[in-house]
């Protein structure tokens, strides 16, 4: 009989690569993703293809690189004539379970003005079925604490205002008023075992979402005091912001405008005004939110282990995008950093043992998680599918014709809580930007701002733009026609291998 197969999908929101033990956060207590880097594959080299969190999931779940899929900024559509992972596992016998969200605006050709789901940030993507509602507005999370008894406040988000009326809202190492027990990890791992527990022998695939360690950047306890300040990593930035804002443009204007109250319930004044010891207090608050999601997987993995799937399960957990912390004065995911970008990939295929505890140096990409789930059960990824299986790389076999650089992409046109477009006297289709990054060259392309260009080697965190120098012209030129080229290439080509012929219709093979 054939063995039968079920996948896990772990989407975590706002985890940068850096923060993972096997990856250099030697000082985080992770036991759970550490017994998945030691049976999986970790990926070293492993990128989202956009932020904020509408955009990248639009990559992550269509394979779709931005170019492509044009949901390029929360709030914006997601066209509906586009497959995604939900939809082309339906094609093949299964039921897309998700839990958490996907921050997906419909397409509002399929349905009228008046729809609800204009007034969101977003909402589930076409094709899933949710067995653990978060959006919209997280009423599914609010109204779990309402059943489970707990008085919610009239403002329902003041949960996460730290304990105690003398309490400052802002960076701090006291609890927030929610307890762990009721906190949105809890609710989200109770839905998970609840569904898993229902599936019984039948193959399953669940994307299995949370919202940590995304802000507001307050913990429950135990867990806000986990880790100590003093023991964060070092902050990567000049001495002054404004020295920063000199760099580009788009970063004079963020740098400019972001503020603390997007982290921090309650919070005011300009994330670029945070301390020293505020970002390490930042830091460690956050690293606090990754054990207790660490301690959430925990259980699921025990459910697995004790009904004997664990074996017939790839397990595959990533991140939506990555967080600035603090680096380059920036709060949130916005601009060219790496620190937005470079999130946690590890997979575990428990029908290639041979990869358990490597850690793969290839270029990655958000994109390429749709083929490889999609192949391992059995299915093809759409012609139009900008990624590549990752399945090779699994056995410890390197693709001939691998990709040999990074390329991502951000578009900071107008959206309702940040405008740059006046700022940057843009118009709103020039805000865009894209990224070919290798070991060596990290190149910045603008559709209408000057280019940026980082010499990886001996400036690894950016601080340096050589693109303005003269001895560097000829490194721009050459990254520039690599940015055109793989533009091209990637270019939508959803019906470009069929052509009219005199006998018919005739489908040319894959190039």
């Known amino acids: 009989m054939a063995r039968r197969k079920n996948v896990l999908l772990i989407v975590v929101d706002q985890w940068r690569a850096d923060f993972v033990p096997v990856l250099g956060a030697k000082f985080l207590r992770t036991p759970n993703l550490d017994r998945l880097c030691r049976e999986g594959?970790?990926?070293?080299?492993?990128?989202?293809?956009?932020?904020?969190?509408?955009?990248?999931?639009?990559?992550?779940?269509t394979g779709l690189y931005l170019m492509n899929h044009r949901a390029v900024q929360n709030t914006v559509p997601l066209d509906a004539r586009h497959m995604n992972l939900g939809k082309a596992l339906r094609g093949i016998g299964y039921d897309p379970a998700l839990i958490g969200y996907t921050t997906s605006t419909p397409d509002p050709r399929s349905t009228t003005s008046e729809d609800f789901r204009f007034t969101l940030l977003g909402d589930l993507m076409?094709?899933?079925?949710?067995?653990?509602?978060?959006?919209?507005?997280?009423?599914?999370?609010?109204?779990?604490?309402?059943q489970k008894g707990y008085p919610l406040p009239a403002n329902r988000e003041d949960i996460w205002l730290p304990e105690g009326e003398d309490a400052a809202p802002g960076a701090t190492d006291r609890p927030c008023r929610i307890p762990a027990a009721?906190?949105?990890?809890?609710?989200?791992?109770?839905?998970a075992l609840t569904y898993l527990k229902g599936k019984g022998d039948r193959p399953w695939f669940l994307h299995l979402g949370y919202w940590r360690p995304h802000p507001p950047f307050i913990a429950p306890a135990p867990y806000n005091r986990m880790y100590a300040p003093a023991e964060m990593p070092a902050i990567r930035r000049r001495s002054d912001w404004r020295e920063e804002a000199a760099q580009h443009p788009l970063l004079g204007f963020y740098l400019s405008g972001i503020g603390q109250g997007s982290f921090f319930q309650g919070a005011g004044?300009?994330?670029?005004?945070?301390?020293?010891?505020?970002?390490?207090?930042?830091?460690?608050?956050?690293?606090?939110?990754?054990?207790?999601?660490?301690?959430?997987?925990?259980?699921?993995?025990?459910?697995?282990?004790?009904?004997?799937?664990w074996d017939d399960t790839m397990i595959v957990f990533t991140s939506d995008h990555g967080e600035q912390l603090g680096d380059h004065f920036l709060l949130g995911k916005v601009g060219y950093h790496d620190e937005s970008f470079r999130v946690p990939l590890v997979v575990k295929d428990p029908l290639a043992p041979q990869g358990a505890?490597?850690?793969?140096?290839?270029?990655?990409?958000?994109?390429?998680?749709?083929?490889?789930?999609?192949?391992?059960?059995?299915?093809?990824?759409?012609?139009?599918?900008?990624?590549?299986?990752?399945?090779?790389?699994?056995?410890?076999?390197?693709?001939?014709?691998?990709?040999?650089?990074?390329?991502?992409?951000?578009?900071?046109?107008?959206?309702?809580?940040?405008?740059?477009?006046?700022?940057?006297?843009?118009?709103m289709d020039a805000c865009s930007l894209c990224v070919v990054q290798?070991?060596?060259?990290?190149?910045?392309?603008?559709?209408?701002?000057?280019?940026?260009?980082?010499?990886?080697?001996?400036?690894?965190?950016?601080?340096?733009?050589?693109?303005?120098?003269?001895?560097?012209?000829?490194?721009?030129?050459?990254?520039?026609?690599?940015?055109?080229?793989?533009?091209?290439?990637?270019?939508?080509?959803?019906?470009?291998?069929?052509?009219?012929?005199?006998?018919?219709?005739?489908?040319?093979?894959?190039?």
Request: charge should be negative; proline fraction near 6%.
């Open 41 to 61: 594959v970790t990926f070293r080299n492993h990128v989202t293809n956009a932020v904020p969190c509408g955009p990248a999931r639009a990559s992550l779940l």
């Open 126 to 146: 076409e094709g899933f079925r949710s067995v653990g509602a978060f959006e919209p507005s997280m009423d599914g999370y609010f109204g779990w604490l309402a």
């Open 182 to 191: 009721l906190s949105d990890t809890a609710y989200f791992t109770e839905r």
């Open 269 to 309: 004044g300009a994330a670029a005004e945070l301390s020293e010891a505020a970002i390490r207090q930042m830091r460690a608050t956050y690293a606090g939110l990754i054990t207790e999601v660490d301690d959430a997987l925990g259980a699921v993995f025990a459910h697995l282990d004790e009904t004997g799937q």
């Open 357 to 427: 505890g490597r850690i793969e140096d290839a270029f990655t990409e958000s994109v390429d998680v749709l083929p490889t789930i999609l192949e391992w059960l059995g299915g093809q990824p759409p012609r139009a599918c900008d990624g590549h299986s990752l399945l090779p790389l699994l056995r410890g076999e390197r693709p001939a014709g691998w990709r040999d650089h990074l390329f991502y992409e951000y578009d900071f046109r107008d959206v309702y809580y940040s405008r740059p477009e006046a700022a940057l006297g843009l118009p």
């Open 438 to 511: 290798d070991a060596r060259w990290k190149y910045v392309h603008f559709t209408a701002l000057p280019p940026l260009l980082f010499d990886l080697e001996r400036d690894p965190h950016q601080m340096t733009d050589l693109a303005g120098d003269p001895g560097h012209c000829d490194v721009v030129a050459r990254y520039a026609r690599k940015a055109l080229s793989h533009r091209m290439l990637h270019a939508e080509r959803t019906l470009t291998h069929f052509r009219a012929m005199p006998g018919g219709l005739e489908r040319r093979g894959e190039v």
